[in-house]
């Protein structure tokens, strides 16, 4: 059964920073991208990064770009998310999402998010 | 950057009606990047639809996805009360790499 399990959310002051976890199972985690998504408190899903599975792609939203880092570590299944300078804005539930798709020839097609964390609450407040 | 704009906001349907929701995208967006999920109070979003009209695994055959170009449709034939929830679309494109619509909150009547 797949597995995704996000630990490391908490609350912290303006300019702090935190260190988000995702930790996977049921499935050989090296061969999926990985993403981060996330959602402000009655508001709606907003894609914040993307990990290929071998790092050698990272994408990130303008409004995490230069303060958040995504990273990985294929032996112990996890992914990782590394918010620095944190702002009020950037309170809100954090989801890890699995990325799937069907490739052929350098092309993919019928890209989604197939399986989802529970979430961990991130509040920046001072 | 291509934005994705949902409607209605909320729908108000009873049970065993049918519920069609859109989603419009400012470009035209490839009918295989287009996705639905479903999310209930307090829980994840949930696959639905991908590549525009495929159902996910485990997805009754009430749930339907169609369109192409800038107007996509998800089509509940039938409501039944565990779907009320909050429906969003979302594409795949090139910068940002993803987008999501803003939702519509499907409520019960």
């Known amino acids: 059964e797949v597995q995704l399990v996000e630990s490391g959310g908490g609350s912290v002051q303006p300019g702090g920073s935190l260190r988000l976890s995702c930790a996977a199972s049921?499935?050989?985690?090296?061969?999926?991208?990985m993403n981060w998504v996330r959602q402000a408190p009655g508001k709606g899903l907003e894609w914040i990064s993307y990990i290929s599975g071998s790092s050698d792609s990272m994408y990130f939203a303008d409004s995490v770009k230069g303060r958040f880092t995504i990273s990985r570590d294929n032996a112990k299944n996890s992914l990782y998310l590394q918010m620095n300078s944190l702002r009020d804005e950037d309170t809100a539930m954090y989801y890890c999402?699995?990325?799937?798709?069907?490739?052929?020839?350098?092309?993919?097609?019928?890209?989604?998010?197939?399986?989802w964390g529970q979430g961990t609450l991130v509040t920046v407040s001072s | 950057e291509i934005v994705l704009t949902q409607s209605p906001g909320i729908l108000s349907l009873s049970p065993g009606e049918r519920a069609t929701l859109s989603c419009r995208a400012s470009q035209s967006v490839s009918s295989t990047y287009l996705v639905w999920y479903q999310q209930k109070p307090g829980q994840a979003p949930r696959l639905l639809i991908y590549?525009?009209?495929s159902r996910a695994t485990g997805i009754p055959d009430r749930f339907s996805g169609s369109g192409s170009g800038t107007d996509f449709t998800l089509t509940i034939s039938r409501l039944e009360p565990e779907d009320f929830a909050v429906y969003y679309c979302q594409q795949y494109g090139s910068s940002p790499r993803y987008t999501f619509g803003q939702g519509t909150k499907l409520e019960i009547k």
């Open positions: 999402a699995r990325d799937i798709a069907a490739c052929s020839g350098g092309t993919c097609y019928e890209i989604r998010f197939d399986y």
């Open positions: 590549g525009a009209s």
């Open positions: 049921g499935f050989t985690f090296s061969y999926y991208s």
